[in-house]
Each structure stands twice: as C-alpha cells, then as structure tokens.
C-alpha cells in the first residue's frame, strides 16, 4: 500500500486487465487459509494490488505458475509519511495482520514499520532472483511512463496518457467529510471486537 497500487491498477486496467476492485474481501479467507475461496475470488480477475495480496506472492506463484509479479517500491521514509498518514490511528484487522499484533498504526511503531515495510521488499527480490523475467521492481520515480510496464507484460503502449492517482495531500485534513467521518466512527466500534477475535484464534502474527 502506499506506493503507486492504485495507479498501477489503472494502468493494468488501461491494458485490458481485469483488475481485481476488492482484494481487501480476502484477509480472512487467507487468514483461515481457506483456499477455495481464495482461488474463487482470484479465478475471476486477471490481475491484483494492495493489501493483503502482497502478502501471499509465494502462494499465488504456485498456484499460478507463469503469472507475472510487479513489486512497486518507493523511498521508505517518503513511503512511512504516507502510510502513517493514511493509516492515523485507526487500528484495523488489515493492519494489524500486515505489520503485527499490536503494530498496526504505524505512526506509534515508526522503525518496526519501515523495517517491515524494507524486509518485505528484501525478501521479494531474494524469491525472485533467479527469475528476472517474473518479476518488475517499479518505482514510480523512475518508471512514470508506458515503456517499463508494456515492455514487462508484452503489451502495446497504449494512446493515452500514463495515470497518476491518490496522491496524498498532507495539508488536507485526512476523512473531513461526514460520510468519511462516519464510517470512521463505525469502524472504530466494530474494529476492536474483530482484532480481539482474530488474535483469540491465533489468525494475526507477531511480524
């Protein structure tokens, strides 16, 4: 998260992707390691992005062999801001099982973030490193046109302009809205019983 998905979702969908709306549906499947639903929900779409599907590369690498893997990466600092930034100090089941028990505001555990955030890019290339054709290391900084992308996935570059999506604007307040304030409010009573239940069933590691 944080570093360029939704563009990258444009992009794939501007190539004729089907791109997968709702990813974040599959944390508990994969929680409870139920791959039925998993493989169900995945049969549907041709392509993937954001959480928690970065967290099951090498299962999905197994399960669909020949697939292709695109890691976007950014400055880990710059990356820290926005997270902690989009994050705030909500505490979600999704966060809590992406960056540990009790680690899911990111903006109250700064090092173990980046560092789980920088472990997870280290270990991706180390997976694939002997399969250079398989996976496209894309930094936004760097790749802000077609060419990279096109070039990986044997597409033509398309005749429109490359996307540029949900940059954060830190001097905006974050969920100003009333219907943003409300969902927030509504995630802030439902969101501690489902934590407090996933742990209770072992379902969020200590990363």
């Not at 299962?59 to 976007?72: A, M, N, Q, V």
């Not at 973030?113 to 490193?129: D, G, L, P």
Request: net charge positive; with cysteine.
């Amino acid at each position: 998260m944080k570093t360029g998905t939704t563009t990258m979702n444009r992009a794939l969908s501007a190539l004729g992707y089907r791109v997968s709306p709702d990813s974040w549906k599959l944390l508990l499947p994969i929680m409870k390691g139920n791959w039925n639903a998993i493989e169900s929900h995945i049969d549907r779409f041709d392509a993937f992005e954001d959480n928690p599907i970065p967290q099951i590369y090498k299962e999905l690498d197994r399960l669909y062999p020949g697939s292709k893997f695109i890691l976007t990466i950014r400055d880990s600092q710059a990356w820290y801001k926005s997270v902690a930034f989009h994050i705030d100090d909500l505490r979600s089941p999704m966060h809590e099982w992406v960056y540990g028990r009790g680690k899911g505001i990111p903006a109250q555990n700064e090092a173990h973030t980046i560092r789980v955030f920088e472990n997870h890019i280290a270990e991706v290339k180390e997976y694939f490193k002997d399969r250079p054709d398989d996976l496209l290391v894309y930094n936004l900084k760097e790749h802000n046109d077609w060419s990279s992308l096109c070039d990986f996935l044997h597409r033509k570059t398309p005749h429109t302009a490359y996307p540029h999506a949900n940059k954060s604007d830190y001097k905006q307040a974050k969920y100003s809205g009333k219907k943003f304030k409300w969902r927030r409010v509504r995630k802030r009573l439902k969101y501690p019983f489902l934590i407090a239940y996933y742990n209770l069933r072992g379902w969020i590691p200590n990363r």
